[in-house]
């Protein structure tokens, strides 16, 4: 019985948030949320990685191997949907790839990892997340619009929070009091605030291609946590930190890639982009409480 109500402690807030937002579209379909992405991109987030990668008692070495597992398991769900693109026939493989190999390590990944964890599973969940953040921005959107963009990173507050991190656990330095009081609130804030925006995303994106939708959706949430079992048994991993992993492997498609394909890709891309996207998170109301149960019965 104490799983169970471990279970309901760590989803009930990420669900719950994410109805709020959902509340709120239905009730105002013309809800602006470009504060909502302004902040949690230029601010939100930096303050988000560095909080969770500095002040959370992980070391360069476990930052370092569990961003490079995780590049794994972006390889392997490559492997799976380029060939899942190609038997659907579809025509621009390219720029279909990112949801299937992108998941929303970062809107629910993270908080999910803080509830089921603590403070040392958010800042594992961090680390993956850096590597998802810094994708979007390199390799997302050089798939969304087919070439390679190097102003986008250097424009990117994420990616220069990473290095700050990096560097900050490899030194072994300690941050002053202050910011990490400072970064902490504005983590907490951005994780309020981009489930609730996650919420009035579903409210807006539609479903254009409902049985490619379903198969890339199959592909992106049954697959992932087979590849993040695979791992976990290859690397020989346990504890918290392989739960994470697990959990972080079995996200639905990040909204992330709707917002840089609607930049980069043309509309029928982003239709079929804004559905895997539907489609995949609502199945993960149904299989990342499975996923969660046995990362926390099994990696604890």
């Given amino acids: 019985m104490e799983i169970y109500i471990k279970l309901f402690e760590v989803l009930f807030p990420v669900f719950f948030v994410i109805g709020i937002g959902y509340y709120l579209g239905k009730n105002n379909p013309k809800i602006d949320?470009?504060?909502?992405?302004?902040?949690?991109?230029n601010i939100g987030t930096p303050a988000m990685i560095i909080f969770a990668v500095t002040s959370t008692g992980i070391t360069f070495d476990i930052f370092?191997?569990?961003?490079?597992?995780?590049?794994?398991?972006?390889?392997?769900?490559?492997?799976?949907?380029?060939p899942t693109?190609?038997?659907?026939?579809?025509?621009?493989?390219?720029?279909?790839?990112?949801?299937?190999?992108l998941p929303n390590t970062g809107?629910?990944?993270?908080?999910?990892?803080?509830?089921?964890?603590?403070?040392?599973?958010?800042?594992?969940?961090?680390?993956?997340?850096?590597?998802?953040?810094?994708?979007?921005?390199?390799?997302?959107?050089?798939?969304?619009?087919r070439k390679f963009n190097l102003n986008v990173i250097l424009k990117n507050p994420p990616f220069?929070?990473?290095?700050?991190?990096?560097?900050?656990?490899?030194?072994?330095?300690?941050?002053?009091?202050?910011?990490?009081?400072?970064?902490?609130?504005?983590?907490f804030a951005t994780i309020f605030l981009i489930l609730m925006s996650l919420g009035i995303a579903l409210t807006r994106l539609k479903v254009f291609s409902l049985n490619k939708a379903i198969i890339c959706?199959?592909?992106?949430?049954?697959?992932?946590?087979?590849?993040?079992?695979?791992?976990?048994?290859?690397?020989d991993l346990s504890g918290f930190a392989a739960g994470v992993l697990l959990?972080?492997?079995?996200?639905?498609?990040?909204?992330?890639?709707?917002?840089?394909?609607s930049i980069y890709s043309p509309k029928k891309i982003i239709d079929s982009v804004a559905s895997?996207?539907?489609?995949?998170?609502?199945?993960?109301f149904i299989t990342v409480p499975l996923v969660v149960f046995c990362a926390l019965k099994y990696f604890s």
């Fill in 85 to 101: 693109l190609f038997l659907l026939k579809t025509k621009d493989i390219v720029r279909e790839l990112p949801p299937l190999i």
């Fill in 64 to 82: 370092k191997d569990y961003f490079w597992y995780y590049l794994l398991a972006i390889i392997c769900f490559a492997l799976i949907g380029i």
């Fill in 33 to 41: 949320t470009t504060f909502i992405t302004n902040f949690a991109a």
């Fill in 247 to 261: 959990i972080q492997c079995s996200m639905p498609s990040a909204v992330l890639n709707y917002l840089v394909a």
């Fill in 217 to 235: 959706s199959c592909a992106r949430m049954l697959i992932g946590p087979f590849v993040g079992l695979g791992l976990i048994y290859y690397f």
């Fill in 107 to 145: 809107n629910m990944g993270v908080p999910i990892c803080l509830f089921a964890y603590g403070s040392e599973g958010l800042g594992v969940s961090a680390a993956i997340t850096s590597l998802i953040i810094l994708f979007h921005f390199t390799l997302g959107v050089f798939l969304a619009d």
């Fill in 160 to 187: 220069y929070a990473i290095l700050i991190s990096a560097f900050i656990l490899f030194y072994d330095i300690n941050l002053p009091v202050f910011v990490i009081n400072t970064t902490e609130w504005l983590m």
């Fill in 276 to 284: 895997t996207i539907v489609v995949s998170t609502i199945m993960s």
